[in-house]
Protein backbone atom coordinates (compact mmCIF):
# COMPACT_ATOMS: atom_id res chain seq x y z
CA UNK A 1 0.00 0.00 0.00
CA UNK A 2 2.77 2.01 0.76
CA UNK A 3 4.24 1.85 -2.54
CA UNK A 4 0.80 2.26 -4.30
CA UNK A 5 0.84 5.57 -2.54
CA UNK A 6 4.19 6.25 -3.45
CA UNK A 7 3.42 5.67 -6.99
CA UNK A 8 1.02 7.64 -7.11
CA UNK A 9 2.10 10.76 -5.54
CA UNK A 10 5.04 10.85 -8.07
CA UNK A 11 2.74 10.07 -11.16
CA UNK A 12 0.16 12.48 -9.71
CA UNK A 13 2.96 14.74 -9.23
CA UNK A 14 4.37 14.55 -12.69
CA UNK A 15 0.75 14.82 -14.11
CA UNK A 16 0.38 17.84 -12.05
CA UNK A 17 3.30 19.91 -13.16
CA UNK A 18 3.19 18.60 -17.28
CA UNK A 19 -0.60 18.68 -18.03
CA UNK A 20 -0.83 22.95 -17.29
CA UNK A 21 1.87 22.81 -20.01
CA UNK A 22 0.90 20.70 -22.34
CA UNK A 23 -3.16 21.00 -22.62
CA UNK A 24 -4.75 24.95 -23.49
CA UNK A 25 -5.72 26.84 -20.37
CA UNK A 26 -8.79 26.60 -21.71
CA UNK A 27 -8.80 22.59 -21.04
CA UNK A 28 -8.07 23.54 -17.08
CA UNK A 29 -8.62 26.73 -16.29
CA UNK A 30 -6.74 26.79 -13.49
CA UNK A 31 -5.20 30.36 -12.01
CA UNK A 32 -3.14 30.00 -9.03
CA UNK A 33 -2.16 32.81 -6.71
CA UNK A 34 1.79 33.37 -6.69
CA UNK A 35 1.81 33.78 -2.88
CA UNK A 36 0.74 31.55 -0.24
CA UNK A 37 -1.78 32.94 2.17
CA UNK A 38 0.77 31.81 4.93
CA UNK A 39 3.30 34.05 3.44
CA UNK A 40 0.64 36.73 3.00
CA UNK A 41 0.01 36.82 6.59
CA UNK A 42 3.44 36.46 7.73
CA UNK A 43 3.45 39.79 9.05
CA UNK A 44 0.17 39.98 10.98
CA UNK A 45 1.26 38.89 15.18
CA UNK A 46 -2.19 36.65 15.55
CA UNK A 47 -3.30 35.76 11.92
CA UNK A 48 -6.02 33.25 13.68
CA UNK A 49 -7.67 36.08 15.89
CA UNK A 50 -7.34 38.92 13.15
CA UNK A 51 -10.22 38.44 10.63
CA UNK A 52 -9.86 41.75 9.06
CA UNK A 53 -6.30 40.57 7.64
CA UNK A 54 -6.96 37.03 7.28
CA UNK A 55 -10.59 38.58 5.35
CA UNK A 56 -8.07 40.89 3.27
CA UNK A 57 -6.07 38.70 2.02
CA UNK A 58 -8.27 36.21 0.64
CA UNK A 59 -10.19 39.34 -1.13
CA UNK A 60 -6.65 39.88 -2.75
CA UNK A 61 -6.19 36.46 -3.33
CA UNK A 62 -9.93 36.29 -5.47
CA UNK A 63 -9.11 39.46 -6.70
CA UNK A 64 -6.11 38.28 -8.69
CA UNK A 65 -7.64 35.25 -9.75
CA UNK A 66 -10.60 37.27 -11.55
CA UNK A 67 -8.61 39.43 -13.20
CA UNK A 68 -5.79 37.44 -14.21
CA UNK A 69 -9.04 34.50 -15.54
CA UNK A 70 -10.77 37.63 -17.46
CA UNK A 71 -6.79 38.19 -19.47
CA UNK A 72 -6.87 34.33 -20.12
CA UNK A 73 -10.54 33.89 -21.09
CA UNK A 74 -10.13 37.36 -23.61
CA UNK A 75 -6.48 35.64 -25.22
CA UNK A 76 -8.98 32.19 -25.96
CA UNK A 77 -11.65 34.00 -27.68
CA UNK A 78 -13.94 33.01 -24.91
CA UNK A 79 -16.58 35.43 -24.00
CA UNK A 80 -16.20 36.40 -20.51
CA UNK A 81 -18.96 39.10 -19.96
CA UNK A 82 -22.80 39.06 -20.33
CA UNK A 83 -23.75 40.12 -23.29
CA UNK A 84 -26.16 43.16 -23.11
CA UNK A 85 -29.58 41.53 -24.69
CA UNK A 86 -29.34 38.70 -22.15
CA UNK A 87 -32.19 38.02 -20.10
CA UNK A 88 -31.68 35.64 -17.94
CA UNK A 89 -34.94 32.99 -17.44
CA UNK A 90 -36.87 33.71 -14.18
CA UNK A 91 -37.53 30.93 -11.49
CA UNK A 92 -41.07 32.16 -11.39
CA UNK A 93 -43.42 33.05 -14.15
CA UNK A 94 -44.78 36.09 -15.12
CA UNK A 95 -48.22 34.96 -14.10
CA UNK A 96 -46.99 33.54 -10.47
CA UNK A 97 -45.38 37.47 -10.09
CA UNK A 98 -48.59 38.83 -11.52
CA UNK A 99 -50.62 36.85 -9.00
CA UNK A 100 -48.15 37.98 -6.79
CA UNK A 101 -48.44 41.29 -7.22
CA UNK A 102 -52.15 41.49 -7.56
CA UNK A 103 -52.16 40.00 -3.70
CA UNK A 104 -49.93 42.60 -2.77
CA UNK A 105 -52.10 45.09 -3.92
CA UNK A 106 -55.49 43.24 -2.56
CA UNK A 107 -53.77 43.55 1.20
CA UNK A 108 -52.73 46.84 0.74
CA UNK A 109 -56.48 47.99 -0.75
CA UNK A 110 -57.54 46.29 2.36
CA UNK A 111 -55.65 47.88 4.37
CA UNK A 112 -56.71 51.11 3.79
CA UNK A 113 -60.42 50.49 3.50
CA UNK A 114 -60.18 49.06 7.34
CA UNK A 115 -58.77 52.25 8.03
CA UNK A 116 -60.96 54.56 6.18
CA UNK A 117 -63.85 53.08 7.74
CA UNK A 118 -62.17 53.21 11.21
CA UNK A 119 -61.89 57.16 10.39
CA UNK A 120 -65.52 57.13 9.86
CA UNK A 121 -66.75 55.19 12.42
CA UNK A 122 -64.37 57.84 14.56
CA UNK A 123 -66.46 60.70 13.06
CA UNK A 124 -70.09 59.09 13.34
CA UNK A 125 -69.46 58.79 17.28
CA UNK A 126 -68.10 62.74 17.35
CA UNK A 127 -70.92 63.56 15.14
CA UNK A 128 -73.45 61.82 17.29
CA UNK A 129 -71.57 62.81 20.76
CA UNK A 130 -72.20 66.84 19.23
CA UNK A 131 -75.59 65.97 18.38
CA UNK A 132 -76.14 64.76 21.79
CA UNK A 133 -74.79 67.74 23.60
CA UNK A 134 -76.78 70.24 21.23
CA UNK A 135 -79.77 68.23 22.14
CA UNK A 136 -79.40 68.29 25.86
CA UNK A 137 -78.10 72.12 25.49
CA UNK A 138 -81.48 72.96 24.05
CA UNK A 139 -83.67 71.11 26.74
CA UNK A 140 -81.43 72.83 29.56
CA UNK A 141 -82.37 76.11 27.60
CA UNK A 142 -86.18 75.37 27.39
CA UNK A 143 -86.12 74.01 31.35
CA UNK A 144 -85.25 77.57 32.06
CA UNK A 145 -86.89 79.24 29.96
CA UNK A 146 -90.34 77.61 31.29
CA UNK A 147 -88.99 77.95 35.05
CA UNK A 148 -88.31 81.76 34.16
CA UNK A 149 -91.61 82.08 33.24
CA UNK A 150 -93.32 80.32 35.39
CA UNK A 151 -92.00 82.46 38.16
CA UNK A 152 -93.42 85.42 36.20
CA UNK A 153 -96.75 83.99 36.07
CA UNK A 154 -96.41 83.44 40.15
CA UNK A 155 -95.27 86.76 41.04
CA UNK A 156 -97.99 87.92 38.24
CA UNK A 157 -101.01 86.21 39.76
CA UNK A 158 -101.12 88.74 43.06
CA UNK A 159 -100.04 91.42 41.17
CA UNK A 160 -102.71 94.41 40.70
CA UNK A 161 -104.65 94.46 37.44
CA UNK A 162 -102.83 97.33 35.99
CA UNK A 163 -99.52 95.54 35.65
CA UNK A 164 -99.98 93.93 32.60
CA UNK A 165 -98.05 95.79 30.41
CA UNK A 166 -95.52 95.48 33.10
CA UNK A 167 -95.78 91.37 33.02
CA UNK A 168 -95.53 91.29 29.38
CA UNK A 169 -92.25 93.24 29.26
CA UNK A 170 -90.80 91.41 31.97
CA UNK A 171 -92.02 88.29 29.75
CA UNK A 172 -90.36 89.54 26.80
CA UNK A 173 -87.27 90.22 27.88
CA UNK A 174 -87.03 87.10 29.93
CA UNK A 175 -87.26 85.22 26.05
CA UNK A 176 -85.13 87.59 24.28
CA UNK A 177 -82.40 87.11 27.27
CA UNK A 178 -82.84 83.65 26.55
CA UNK A 179 -82.11 83.53 22.64
CA UNK A 180 -79.19 86.07 23.31
CA UNK A 181 -78.20 83.32 25.02
CA UNK A 182 -78.61 80.89 22.38
CA UNK A 183 -77.45 82.92 19.79
CA UNK A 184 -74.23 84.40 18.64
CA UNK A 185 -72.67 87.59 20.40
CA UNK A 186 -73.88 90.43 19.00
CA UNK A 187 -71.64 93.13 17.95
CA UNK A 188 -71.66 95.91 20.97
CA UNK A 189 -69.17 95.96 23.65
CA UNK A 190 -67.70 92.86 25.57
CA UNK A 191 -70.50 90.75 24.39
CA UNK A 192 -73.72 93.16 25.45
CA UNK A 193 -76.79 93.73 23.16
CA UNK A 194 -78.55 96.69 22.63
CA UNK A 195 -82.17 96.93 24.37
CA UNK A 196 -84.79 96.14 21.61
CA UNK A 197 -87.25 98.58 21.38
CA UNK A 198 -90.55 97.86 23.70
CA UNK A 199 -93.63 96.40 20.82
CA UNK A 200 -96.51 98.56 21.31
CA UNK A 201 -99.90 96.88 23.28
CA UNK A 202 -101.44 95.78 20.18
CA UNK A 203 -98.54 93.99 18.82
CA UNK A 204 -97.98 92.47 22.24
CA UNK A 205 -101.72 91.35 22.40
CA UNK A 206 -101.49 89.85 18.53
CA UNK A 207 -97.87 87.88 19.87
CA UNK A 208 -98.75 86.68 23.27
CA UNK A 209 -102.80 86.61 23.22
CA UNK A 210 -104.88 88.98 26.35
CA UNK A 211 -103.66 86.65 29.34
CA UNK A 212 -106.66 84.68 29.69
CA UNK A 213 -109.63 86.14 32.48
CA UNK A 214 -108.85 89.04 33.99
CA UNK A 215 -109.28 88.65 37.70
CA UNK A 216 -112.08 90.78 39.78
Known sequence: MRRIRQDLSIDGGALGQSAPRALPWIEHMTVVYPQRIDAALAGVPDPANDDLKRELAFY?????????GRRLCNQAGIPFDRPADFYAEQVKTDEHMERVRQRLLDESAG??????????????KFGKKVQVEKQLERQKSKRE????????????????????????????????GQE?????????????????????????????????????
Request: overall charge positive.
Open 60 to 68: KQALDAAIR
Open 111 to 124: IKASEEAKRQRELK
Open 145 to 176: LNERIKGLKRKHEGALEGDDDDFDVRLETAID
Open 180 to 216: RGRGPPSRGGRGQTRPKARMPRSARDAKYGFGGKKKQ
